[in-house]
């Protein structure tokens, strides 16, 4: 996959937007980020898989800037405009669970959803928390994890002002510690592989989802998976252009493409 050659300032149309865990309420959400990449990649459908808001966080501590704002009207305004809007939620938003089947604004708000690509085949859409044994066998054990989490992103950012200084890219903390933390890697693998096998029994020819904060797109056992990653850390979606080819894009200053990411990536560590 060629990296996008478009800039931050030039609109590139892409048929899909799949993007998810964006966490609107917390101090970690790359609101700014997010509104210019939407911006910048107007869509025929475009689909938040899940944790949008982050109700967990917002019990706590009410954290709503004006940016978060802007966030849930740039989506609203987006549908109002044609764009076909379907929001499944997430574990962290999983309250807006209670108003499946309905839709608010133009935006669908759906349980799953299935995605039919140019070429014909069927995605299937999630938000993946359903596979992931901890959130629903030992929810305690999901609120602790999620308060380290937060605690890390504080650390991060404090960490990448440092690096702003110095002229140094943005580097994700939380990101390089799951990498390197042998338990989290068999943790993603199985996840992804469990999601895949369960895509796959239901007669889809792929899934996308998100929960894990892990963007990545391969083929499990036949299956294609995709993960369209996080507005958190890695600022990536998932994305269909309008010849059908599926991409995961890392926003940066501009769109760019998951092997030019992980070069970077091998450069900054």
């Known amino acids: ?30 609101a700014t980020a997010l509104l210019e990449f939407l911006r910048t990649h107007p869509s025929d459908y475009l689909y938040l898989a899940g944790d949008i808001v982050d109700g967990w966080q917002l019990r706590k501590r009410w954290f709503w800037p004006q940016e978060h704002n802007d966030v849930v009207q740039k989506l609203l305004r987006r549908a109002r405009k044609g764009c076909k809007v379907i929001f499944i939620p997430g574990n962290h938003d999983e309250f807006a669970r209670a108003f499946v089947g309905n839709q608010f604004g133009g935006i669908d ?41 937060e605690v890390t992103l504080e ?17 994700s903390l939380s990101a390089y510690l799951k990498h390197k933390v042998k338990k989290a890697l068999n943790y993603v693998t199985d996840f992804e592989v469990a999601v895949a096998h369960e895509a796959r029994a239901r007669g889809h020819d792929g899934v996308v989802c998100g929960h894990i904060h892990r963007a990545e797109m391969r083929m499990i056992n036949g299956t294609l998976y995709c993960n369209d990653g996080d507005w958190v850390e890695s600022r990536s979606a998932l994305v269909e252009h309008l010849n059908g080819r599926l991409e995961l894009i890392y926003w940066s200053d501009a769109p760019v493409s998951l092997e030019a990411k992980l070069d970077s990536t091998e450069t900054i560590m």
């Open 1 to 30: 996959m060629p990296t996008e050659s478009a800039n931050a300032q030039t609109a590139l149309h892409v048929r899909a937007i799949f993007i998810s865990d964006i966490h609107l309420g917390t101090a970690g959400c790359q």
């Open 109 to 149: 708000v759906l349980e799953e959803a299935v995605h039919t690509t140019l070429d014909g085949r069927k995605l299937w859409v999630i938000h993946g928390d359903y596979f992931d044994g901890v959130v629903q066998c030992a929810r305690w054990l999901a609120y602790l994890g999620d308060n380290l989490y």
């Open 155 to 171: 650390l991060n950012r404090h960490l990448n002002r440092l690096r702003t200084r110095l002229g140094w890219p943005y580097w």
